[in-house]
């Protein structure tokens, strides 16, 4: 007993000595000072483990219009990410400059545009782009200006519609369903104003670009507007004047598309968007979000 107490006293004294020679006292650590350093290791730790999983991310570059197919991307990103793809969505406001960043490699995909714009775009620019599945479609209106009803307008009164090929020849064979005007028979969706072979009243076709169509209404009596731009402007579809029929020829010809380089159409990547934005998640938003606006067209 004697010898332990021995040992246990030098022990002692040694330590003292050691604590001396180091020219301080420390204090031994709190129980608030370990948790917050075992905390802060553990938040350094999962934002490391967050930042590694997000590197391990593969990026898709998509180029949108704003609305609604910006914000349809947006709601299949966290779908995306579940199948291990970080969604980078670049937006555009016109209609030509996403298909030219496509072509030149600086997206992996664009989503704006329907099939016969398409066919357009690469038949004057010499480019391959293909579909690689339809998405959606957005019924075309005829919004007021001027003018608040059909029937209201006047001998002469103006029109607005689009003055790419694909879209006027939309517009028009909208006025015609509404007995505005008759084109050549036959004529569908080639339709141009020089196809009109009836105007009874007269009506002075404007074309307009078509981002510009919603600003033209207080210019003009009506003018017949594309789904997303009358979106962005805040019009409402269900304040129309008219608007395309669900089983129309146009509902189905002018669904818009996933568009990429001709050879990727069944890439892996292509394959993981086009089953994010046809997911049921995205449906769910598609018609929870735009009230008959947007329609799904899968």
Same mark, same amino acid.
């Given at each position: ?11 002692? !004294?040694?330590? &003292? ?19 917050? @350093? ?14 590694? *999983?997000? =590197? ?20 299949? +990103? ?6 291990? %793809?970080?969604l980078?969505?670049? @937006? %555009?406001t ?25 066919d ?5 620019? +010499?480019?391959?782009? $293909? ?11 005829? %919004?007021? =200006?001027?003018?608040? *009803? !059909?029937?209201?307008?006047?001998? &002469? ?32 969706? @080639?339709?141009? +104003?020089n ?36 979106? @962005?402007?805040?019009?409402?579809? *269900? ?10 020829t ?12 001709? =050879?990727?159409?069944?890439?892996? +990547?292509?394959?993981?968007? $086009? ?6 998640? $995205? ?10 606006? $947007?329609?799904?067209s899968?």
């Amino acid at each position: 007993m004697k010898k332990s107490l021995y040992v246990l006293t030098a022990a002692l !004294l040694a330590a &003292g000595a050691l604590t001396a020679c180091s020219g301080k006292s420390e204090a031994p650590a709190t129980t608030a000072e370990t948790t917050a @350093e075992a905390t802060s290791a553990a938040d350094s730790a999962a934002a490391d483990s967050k930042a590694e *999983s997000a =590197g391990d991310l593969e990026k898709i570059v998509v180029g949108a219009t704003p609305a609604p197919h910006a914000e349809i991307l947006n709601a299949a +990103k966290e779908v995306l990410k579940e199948k291990g %793809y970080d969604l980078v969505i670049k @937006e %555009y406001t016109d209609y030509v400059q996403p298909n030219l960043a496509l072509d030149s490699g600086d997206l992996d995909a664009n989503y704006f545009q329907h099939q016969p714009y398409l066919d357009q775009f690469n038949e004057e620019n +010499k480019t391959t782009l $293909v579909s690689a599945a339809s998405i959606h479609y957005e019924p075309f209106g005829i %919004y007021a =200006g001027k003018t608040a *009803s !059909l029937d209201a307008l006047a001998d &002469g009164a103006q029109v607005a519609v689009p003055n790419d090929v694909s879209n006027e020849a939309r517009a028009l064979l909208l006025l015609a369903d509404n007995g505005l005007i008759e084109l050549k028979e036959g004529v569908g969706l @080639e339709a141009t +104003k020089n196809d009109i072979v009836k105007n009874d009243k007269n009506l002075k076709i404007i074309e307009v670009e078509a981002a510009q169509l919603p600003r033209s209404l207080g210019d003009v009596d009506v003018a017949v507007i594309n789904g997303n731009y009358a979106i @962005e402007a805040g019009l409402k579809v *269900s304040e129309a004047l008219a608007v395309e029929d669900a089983k129309s020829t146009a509902a189905t010809r002018y669904s818009n598309i996933i568009a990429v380089r001709k =050879g990727e159409e069944k890439s892996e +990547k292509t394959a993981a968007l $086009v089953e994010a934005l046809t997911s049921d998640t $995205v449906k769910k938003f598609i018609e929870d979000t735009y009230d008959g606006a $947007v329609v799904p067209s899968f």
